[in-house]
RNA sequence: GGGCGGUUAGCUCAGUUGGUAGAGCGUCUCGUUGACGUCGAGAAGGUCAGAGGUUCGAAUCCUCUACCGCCCACCA
């Protein structure tokens, strides 16, 4: 008799599990080159700042997969580590500077940079806390930074070597600028927003053309027309004056099959230099420009996004500013001739919301059409060799359906801009060469002396170059994805022949949430297949969004969010963990609300309470005894044997196939409804087998510990284990246990006792009245003798009465069962005009189910068609409930 | 505009080679039975969005429709 607290009190034992574990070393995986690994790199959380329900599912599936793989005695590791970010840290600290009124500029970068450190650090270590809060049994001796030294060397050694194939190429070429960020951006690092606008519609000399943005009309350099056009067609190749506030200005016509003859005039006004669209058409129309003389590129807008000073009167306005001012003017000359409402989608930054400048940059680009990669004879781009990757099989996605929106957006990809006008981040080891007066201006203001570092003579070098005093090093840094992109391999020591490297790359799971399938995913995809030719990953797994219990998203504004870090002080971290698991599928969203928690609450003191009941009914002897399957006595015990045996061999199947939400609610159900409901309340009685009582509890323990790691472990320990749980054996299929006919017979019996108890509950008698029975039990009678016991207790039975076979008993309910028949006799309790209604309802019910069967069973192609298997067990039902009927009918009598 | 999902019990969702519709929560009726009221026993509740097709048999496969959602593109 060994005696546990009534409740699981999480908070008191999480802790210092967590210490025990990690100290003991289980986190950190011995390489063994005789076996294959199993590597998760997580994907590193924002330096910026709190957990989040996504990083918490994130931790809690891949901790289930790394603890499942090592309790399968396979060399695991998961390596942790945080991402710089840098926009998103840059913008966190500007915002931070900004309360005390302080700008990055007051600062100067080098100031600036250490406040960012300060802050980093600060977030860093409460990540830290939190991934440990979760559970997560990662290698923390590993731990990664995407800034660290060893990561600086890994970016910058690929960006030399794509440099050097001629794969990265500096070039003047339209953008995406934030105004506010002063920075580029990726094309997908562009949200949208739906705003409600003004279309003017402005005479354009002989033409009308609408517009949202009027103020780019400083910019004009063209007219488009659809070449089809038959209104304007003639048009095309002339030079036509147009009119403006500020004199007049020629603009050439083009043709191009993008304009739509349908929207507006069918004349679209062409800005070139400010518009991805009419950049384009500029591209595709460059001969008619130079036939005309026209210089297609007229820069209007700065990186402030205020009119240039070519702009006269209106320089140094917004383009809101000028907006207003220029419609003003135009209005006054005549030349609007409506304006009309209009909504449209706005493009806007995602990391501040400011709305996007496209604008002429000088930028840094990746090609990701050049082909590069060699393959045999041939060599293919980046872009074919990440699209062909997933096509053979080298990389499953999981769920499968995201390979389509893979290949879409892989297809789609245009240059990859990675250069970015931000100080935080990795800076691009590219020197240009100057003259002595050139690099005093420079130095003065750099930012505003971008047009002295010419390409002619820049080096790139991880080294400063020798002559120093004559280069100045490129001042923008890498974009944060350039650097997350080399994540598996950079983590395990590369550029240097790390062991580490050697035997754990490539990793094995991939684990993310959709969002971030094309900013992450697919770029680790590219830059590992460039520069190691091999996959980054075997798998990918995509969890869903959490969003509340009305399927919206969870936001701070929205104040519908569940702080994972409260949900754990309340409930404890397990029934967090499996409330993120369960109930969740790959690839689809998911509710979460506390009762959800708090029903895994629940479970988990439900657990805690069978070992409690476990424990109190062995001995110290019992817990040193080892299980065989000699030591199943009863046919309870050889049950439940035969119901872990198959639990386990269908979790197995579960866990290969990430499913783990099955795979956790089929313990659940295992523990709840087989072993506390069924078992336990069996072992109240004469037949108690505490060997198998415990041997069943643990290896359930065992196949819950990847789930809920805590309470598990505390549970093995308080059934006197030495060693720990999390470096325990995971369980196999034992044939030894499997008792077919036991298993079947106690079926049986359980059925039957729920019979009993059913119609019982329906005949209002109360539970805890005893009442008589008789059982006819024909070739069951031995089986219901040995089981005496467990029936009347269960079933709440005075005297049970059981005989081979037996007369009709007058006025007593009868229960068929099969070809048993019990009788309860109840005549005193009961109305019985009612229950003879019942009965009769009952009977139509199975006579409707005989004929179903039987429609079954006659119909030719059934019979032809339906595998054995399935005909025997319709045989045999219909036979049953023959006799059932049958026997009702007699009763009825 | 292009693509992808979803629609199953009052709610949140499972349902993996097509073979008698499931869970949790909620509801109702009982219950102080040797662990657990963070509990137990029992019950009610579904023409699986709609229409057609394939099949002996469809929630499951195909086609169309409706509604909801997401992603990509971005038309001035």
Redesign the pocket.
């Known amino acids: 008799m060994i005696e546990i607290e009534?409740?699981y009190e999480a908070k008191k034992y999480e802790d210092k599990i967590y210490e025990k574990w990690e100290s003991s070393g289980a986190f950190k995986p011995k390489i063994d080159k005789k076996k294959k690994p199993f590597v998760i790199s997580m994907p590193p959380p924002n330096a910026t700042g709190v957990l989040h329900l996504g990083h918490a599912v994130m931790l809690a599936l891949e901790d289930i997969m790394i603890r499942y793989n090592r309790m399968k005695g396979i060399p695991s590791l998961w390596i942790p580590g945080t991402d710089h970010a840098s926009i998103a840290t840059q913008n966190k600290v500007e915002q931070l500077l900004a309360q005390k009124k302080i700008t990055k500029y007051d600062l100067g970068r080098e100031e600036f940079l250490k406040e960012v450190d300060k802050f980093v650090k600060n977030s860093q270590s409460t990540i830290r806390n939190q991934i440990r809060k979760m559970g997560s049994s990662c290698d923390w001796t590993r731990e990664r930074y995407t800034l660290d030294e060893g990561l600086t060397a890994a970016v910058q050694t690929v960006f030399v070597k794509m440099f050097k194939d001629d794969l990265i190429y500096r070039g003047s070429r339209i953008v995406n600028w934030c105004p506010r960020c002063e920075s580029t951006l990726a094309?997908?690092e562009v949200d949208?927003k739906e705003s409600g606008e003004k279309l003017y519609w402005i005479k354009y000399g002989p033409f009308t053309?609408?517009?949202?943005?009027p103020e780019t009309k400083l910019g004009d350099t063209a007219v488009a027309v659809n070449p089809a056009d038959k209104r304007y067609k003639k048009m095309i190749g002339q030079v036509f004056p147009i009119k403006s506030a500020l004199g007049e200005y020629n603009i050439v016509v083009i043709g191009d099959k993008s304009?739509?003859m349908?929207?507006?005039s069918?004349a679209?006004?062409v800005t070139p230099a400010h518009?991805?669209?009419d950049f384009e058409m500029a591209q595709r129309n460059k001969e008619v420009f130079k036939k005309v003389g026209i210089e297609p590129m007229k820069e209007v807008i700065d990186e402030k996004g205020r009119m240039k000073n070519n702009c006269g009167k209106y320089s140094g306005m917004t383009t809101k500013e000028c907006r207003r001012a220029l419609v003003e003017d135009l209005e006054k000359l005549g030349l609007i001739e409506k304006i009309e409402d209009y909504t449209?989608?706005l493009s806007i930054c995602y990391r501040c919301g400011y709305t996007i400048e496209p604008l002429i940059s000088k930028q840094w680009f990746i090609n990701v059409d050049k082909p590069v990669i060699k393959d045999g004879a041939k060599k293919k781009s980046i872009k074919e060799k990440s699209i062909e990757v997933i096509k053979k099989g080298e990389i499953k996605i999981i769920p499968e359906?995201f390979n389509?929106?893979y290949f879409?957006?892989m297809t789609?990809l245009h240059d990859w801009c990675i250069s970015r006008q931000i100080w935080f981040g990795h800076k691009i080891p590219v020197w240009y060469k100057m003259d002595e007066n050139s690099k005093k201006e420079y130095e003065k203001n750099p930012e505003k002396s971008r047009h002295l570092l010419g390409d002619k003579e820049a080096i790139c070098s991880i080294e400063k170059p020798d002559d120093k005093n004559h280069y100045v090093q490129d001042p923008d840094t890498l974009d944060t994805w350039f650097s997350s992109g080399l994540w598996t391999f950079s983590t395990l020591g590369w550029p240097n022949k790390t062991e580490d490297f050697e035997y754990f790359h490539p990793t094995s799971v991939l684990e993310t949430g959709y969002?971030i399938l094309?900013f992450w995913v697919a770029r680790m995809i590219i830059m590992t297949e460039y520069t190691l030719g091999e996959v980054p990953f075997k798998t990918v797994y995509l969890h869903g969004l959490i969003?509340d219990?009305?399927?919206k998203k969870m936001s701070k504004s929205a104040g519908n969010g569940i702080d994972p870090l409260e949900m754990i002080a309340k409930y404890g971290t397990d029934p967090v963990r499996l409330s993120l698991v369960i109930?969740g599928?790959p690839g689809?969203?998911?509710?979460l609300f506390e009762?959800?928690i708090a029903?895994y609450?629940?479970f988990v003191?439900?657990i805690w309470?069978?070992s409690?009941?476990a424990l109190?009914n062995v001995s110290e002897e019992d817990l040193k005894k080892k299980f065989t399957a000699v030591m199943a006595k009863s046919t309870a015990d050889k049950w439940i044997l035969t119901e872990l045996n198959a639990l386990v061999k269908a979790t197995n199947v579960?866990m290969e196939?990430y499913?783990f939400?099955?795979a956790g609610?089929r313990i659940y159900d295992f523990i709840?409804n087989n072993y506390?409901?069924w078992f336990?309340?069996m072992s109240?009685?004469e037949h108690k087998n505490p060997i198998v009582l415990l041997h069943v509890l643990k290896t359930a323990l065992k196949l819950l510990h990847p789930f809920i790691p805590f309470v598990t472990e505390k549970l093995w320990e308080l059934m006197g284990e030495k060693t720990m749980l999390i470096a325990e054996a995971w369980p196999l299929e034992d044939k030894n246990t499997v008792f077919k006919k036991e298993a079947k017979d106690l079926e049986e019996v359980k059925e039957m006792i729920?019979k009993i108890?059913?119609l019982r509950?329906?005949l209002?008698v109360?539970?805890?009245k005893k009442i008589n029975a008789i059982i006819y039990a024909g070739k069951q009678v031995k089986l219901l003798e040995e089981k005496r016991e467990i029936i009347e207790?269960m079933a709440?039975l005075e005297n049970l009465q059981i005989e081979e076979k037996g007369k009709k008993i007058e006025g007593a309910k009868l229960i068929t069962h099969g070809t048993m028949e019990i009788y309860l006799p109840l005549k005193d309790m009961i109305d019985m005009e009612k229950e003879a209604k019942r009965m009769k309802e009952e009977m139509i019910k199975k006579q409707n189910?005989i004929t179903s069967i039987e429609s079954k069973l006659s119909?030719k192609?059934?019979v032809k068609?339906?595998?054995k298997e399935?005909i025997g067990k319709e045989k045999e039902?219909l036979a049953k409930e023959k006799t059932e009927l049958a026997k009702m009918a007699e009763n009825m009598v």
């Open positions: 009534k409740a094309d997908d949208y053309v609408a517009t949202t943005r304009v739509d349908e929207f507006g069918g679209v006004k518009s991805f669209a449209h989608n359906k389509k929106t879409n957006w789609n969002d094309f969003r219990k009305n399927g109930g599928t689809n969203d998911m509710c009762e959800k029903g609450r629940n003191n439900k309470n069978a409690r009941f109190m579960d196939k499913n939400s099955e609610t709840w506390c409901d336990l309340e109240k009685g729920s108890r059913s509950s329906e209002k109360e539970p805890a207790r709440r189910i119909n192609g059934f068609n339906a595998p399935l039902r």
